[in-house]
T-cell receptor
Framework: ETGVTQTPRHLVMGMTNKKSLKCEQH?????MYWYKQSAKKPLELMFV???????ENNSVPSRFSPECPNSSHLFLHLHTLQPEDSALYLC?????????????FGDGTRLSIL | EDQVTQSPEALRLQEGESSSLNCSYT??????LFWYRQDPGKGPEFLFT?????EEKEKERLKATLTKKESFLHITAPKPEDSATYLC????????????WGAGTKLIIKP
């Protein structure tokens, strides 16, 4: 496989469930990102990891918990979500965090909270 | 105040009808401006990076230009397959070099 792969592609969960989103990059990049995309709004940066160390956490509620076990894998653990958390969650990677090398995106997980 | 503003929000063109999309920004110390294309159900796909005013880049029917306040994405003789949402993002010191995104322009090319 090449590029950035996200699973699952679609997820429907209740407000009391716990689930995880997975992202894997096959590009040899050192930085990985989680974004939230809502309709007609700019992408919202949630978390940034550089060499498996979290370097940004943009005031994201604690019901979202990221994990980066190595430079190729990134997870987003979800628990006790709210209806307003329904959105497309995108994972991206880049060569280095803070450089002008472009970010490459997966196709996202469409999350629906009942 | 929005730091990155894209206009128009949506644009409908006939096949072959050339036009331009705008991305204006208010950040200081621009390090790079990025254009992406996003198809429905897909993640954004990288198109161009522009670094300094006066720079231009081309790819097939697309040409991106940059001034000190804005960037244009010119689409020449578009085809239906150019239909997508086009996203602009800037990188600057004030965002700790993380990308600041615009809300996008949805482009529809009718055959």
């Amino acid at each position: 496989e090449t590029g950035v792969t996200q699973t699952p592609r679609h997820l429907v969960m209740g407000m009391t469930n716990k689930k995880s989103l997975k992202c894997e990059q096959h590009l040899g990049h050192n930085a990985m990102y989680w974004y939230k995309q809502s309709a007609k709004k700019p992408l919202e940066l949630m978390f940034v990891y550089s060499l498996e160390e979290r370097v940004e956490n943009n005031s994201v509620p604690s019901r979202f918990s990221p994990e980066c076990p190595n430079s190729s894998h990134l997870f987003l653990h979800l628990h006790t979500l709210q209806p307003e958390d329904s959105a497309l969650y995108l994972c991206a990677s880049s060569q280095y965090q803070g450089s002008t090398s472009p970010q490459h995106f997966g196709d996202g997980t469409r999350l629906s909270i009942l | 105040e929005d730091q990155v503003t894209q206009s128009p929000e949506a644009l409908r063109l006939q096949e072959g009808e050339s036009s331009s999309l705008n991305c204006s920004y208010t950040v200081s110390g621009l390090r790079g401006l990025f254009w992406y294309r996003q198809d429905p159900g897909k993640g954004p796909e990288f198109l161009f990076t522009l670094y300094s005013a006066g720079e231009e880049k081309e790819k097939e029917r697309l040409k991106a230009t940059l001034t000190k306040k804005e960037s244009f994405l010119h689409i020449t003789a578009p085809k239906p397959e150019d239909s997508a949402t086009y996203l602009c993002a800037v990188q600057a010191p004030e965002s700790n070099y993380q990308l600041i995104w615009g809300a996008g322009t949805k482009l529809i090319i009718k055959p």
